[in-house]
């Protein structure tokens, strides 16, 4: 009996603590989406307009910014503003089954869809006063930012640039297939008529359609109607539309979506490599005027190893073929030693047609309307906000050819979206999942503490060193070409482009709230699935 007693005294000596640990678990997830709850109502209720958002705002809401400053009625379509937001009400819906969630995405989605241009895409902006304030903003805040030239110039069309269209086209079939609630059909179907019209015969999209060619700057062509891969336009199209025929299952989405994988291969240059912009006559072409005409390793890489996808999605060796004529063009414009920065960095981010000299890009002056950029081949003085210099892992990209390359069509297309089967997932393949979700790590219950008390007293999570800019007060005087402002993200005091703020005042921003729920949500995930 002693031995017994001995025995069962040390089982729940054992035995208690993790009773006890499961316990405390349990109501740090139950704690999580209270603080959860109250974080997300204050941004619904407090800080969203019409139910969309920029990207910081001082706490008394007297200025905000998305890319750059907006007026009050604005919000930002582009990450991390109302699709972001939008995509993260929808995970916490599901990770914790509360309604408020599933309403504050309808929101919105109701922001964006107002903001949906006549032929189906948005543009980076939302200005509920409507054109003539939007114009007036271009005409100012806009066209007074230095190194962000895109906004310099009011189009009034849609844009493909920083995933901004197809982003918000994925979250709107997001809402659809939630609930398959008709109510946000109609609009999901524009913008899926807006990617599909855009597309060209060969595959490719343009940044900007309807397309326009009204914005010659300082001698350059409009590059916005030129093939783009730069922000991944083309990957971002074809992935949506692979969603599409996944979730929609409409056999109309196969052939662009087949030609958006084979203009991959009609664009890489002849060297092997790719430019982020190509001309109607496939050349690789500038963009902005500190983006050269030139080949970009940054790109190559990236359509390297999408390549190696589509050859999984379709079996076709044909996609392999331009993998090792990228790898070889990599090996060789590595940057000299010299200019490596003690093994920093591989590559420039510029390289040369014809020579495979590296480029570095420039700027000298002090404000948009007198300063300019320009280009050479010396490494000093580069820009701060367009890094001229960057890493390339080359031997990732020939590891992942050699283990994909080996493999027989058939087993390489084994798990392909486009495979002609039986559908053996689970429910339907409406339970479409977000795939900005992966790769959010499961933080630990030090972290999970740490986020919960970091919520103030107004249910806010305040960051400091967000995005502040220099107010508009008018156009740049100055036109001395000075190099003060060459390795600096803002010019003088006219230059409205956006910088971090190096003092302590306190910004509310979302994507701190989006990082924290993300990270409470993965937490709460990993409770449950145990």
Known sequence: ????????????????????SGAQTVELARESEQVMLLATRYMVEEV???????????????????????????????????????????????????????????????????????????????????????KNWYNTIG?????????????????????????????????????????????LDMAINFVLESQYPLGGWPQRYPLKYDFSKNGNPDYTSFYTFNDGVVWENVNFLIHCYHTLGQERFLDPILRGMDFYLASQHESGAWGQQVT????????????????????????????????????????????????????????????????????????????????????????????????DYQDDNLLSHYGGKTVIKIDNLEQEYKRIAVLSPEDASKNSPLKIEIYNGEATPQRFFNPERNGVSVP???????ILQSLDNKNRWLVKHGITS??????????????????????????????????????????????????LISYIRSISDN
């Open 280 to 375: 109607m006559d496939l050349k690789p072409a500038g963009a902005r005027t500190y983006e050269p005409e030139s080949l970009l390793p940054s790109d190559t890489y990236e359509n390297a190893m999408l390549l190696l996808k589509f050859y999984q999605y379709t079996g076709n060796e044909k996609f392999l073929d331009g993998v090792p004529p990228a790898i070889e063009w990599l090996r060789k414009t590595m940057l000299p030693e010299s200019m490596m920065g003690n093994s920093r960095y591989t590559h420039p981010t510029f390289v040369e047609l014809g020579t495979n000299k590296p480029l570095f890009v420039h700027r000298k002056g002090s404000n948009v309307k007198y300063g300019y950029y320009y280009f």
């Open 444 to 450: 630990d219950e030090d972290q999970v503490k740490e």
């Open 48 to 134: 969203s307009t019409n139910g969309g958002y920029v990207w910081y705002y001082l706490p008394d809401f007297s200025r905000r910014w998305g890319e750059m400053e907006a007026y009050k009625t604005m919000i930002w379509v582009q990450s991390p503003g109302t699709i972001s937001m939008g995509h993260l009400f929808l995970d916490a819906y599901h990770a914790t089954g509360d309604e408020y969630y599933y309403q504050a995405a309808a929101k919105s989605a109701s922001a964006i869809i107002w903001g949906q241009n006549p032929e189906g895409g948005w543009n980076y902006i939302i200005d509920f006063a409507g054109d003539r304030s939007l």
């Open 143 to 187: 066209k007074n930012g230095w190194r962000l030239e895109e906004f310099q110039h009011y189009y009034g069309n849609s844009t493909f640039d920083d995933d901004v269209s197809s982003n918000a086209a994925r979250f709107l079939l997001r809402m659809y297939i939630e609930r398959l609630d008709p109510a946000w059909k109609p609009a």
């Open 470 to 519: 220099n107010p508009y007060i008018g156009d740049g005087q100055k036109q001395d070409l000075t190099d003060e402002y060459a390795s600096r993200h803002v010019g003088d005091e006219t230059d409205t482009s956006p910088f971090r703020d190096p003092s302590d005042q306190q910004y509310i921003s979302t994507s701190k709230y989006i990082q924290n729920m993300h990270l």
């Open 1 to 20: 009996m002693r031995i017994l007693k001995i025995g069962f005294s040390i089982l729940l000596i054992t035995f208690l603590p993790k009773q006890q």
